[in-house]
Nanobody
Framework: QLLLAESGGGLVQGGDSLRLSCVASGRTSTLYGFAWFRQAPGKAREFVASVNWIQGTTLYGNSAKGRFAVIRGTGANTLYLQMNSLQPEDTAVYYC????????????????WGQGTQVTVSS
């Protein structure tokens, strides 16, 4: 079992930056894919970015390319999402997700989820 805890959300203005954190605990030796998704009101949960925890390779969704970055923390089992040039359309609940076998963009393949952290971007 993996437990995930996000933090770092808040209210920011358009153009600002924000860094989200996700800490994994429990059977962290089984961690393979570590990802961020987001869900805006009335919309489906959307893939943001992921990292292969073993190889270090990354994958980004279209909404994240060029503005967001996933960063492995120097501490154990911590993943950051650095978000730059935030826009009102980035307003969503951001979820951390983990998989013991998958690192892609399919929500269904992630078997562990955090509770989410709200990010609100004002214009």
């Amino acid at each position: 079992q993996l437990l995930l805890a996000e933090s770092g959300g808040g209210l920011v203005q358009g153009g600002d930056s924000l860094r989200l954190s996700c800490v994994a605990s429990g059977r962290t030796s089984t961690l393979y894919g570590f990802a961020w998704f987001r869900q805006a009101p009335g919309k489906a949960r959307e893939f943001v970015a992921s990292v292969n925890w073993i190889q270090g390779t990354t994958l980004y969704g279209n909404s994240a390319k060029g503005r967001f970055a996933v960063i492995r923390g120097t501490g154990a089992n911590t993943l950051y999402l650095q978000m730059n040039s935030l826009q009102p359309e980035d307003t969503a609940v951001y979820y951390c997700a983990a998989s013991t076998y998958y690192t892609g963009d399919s929500r269904a393949q992630y078997n562990y989820w955090g509770q989410g952290t709200q990010v609100t971007v004002s214009s």
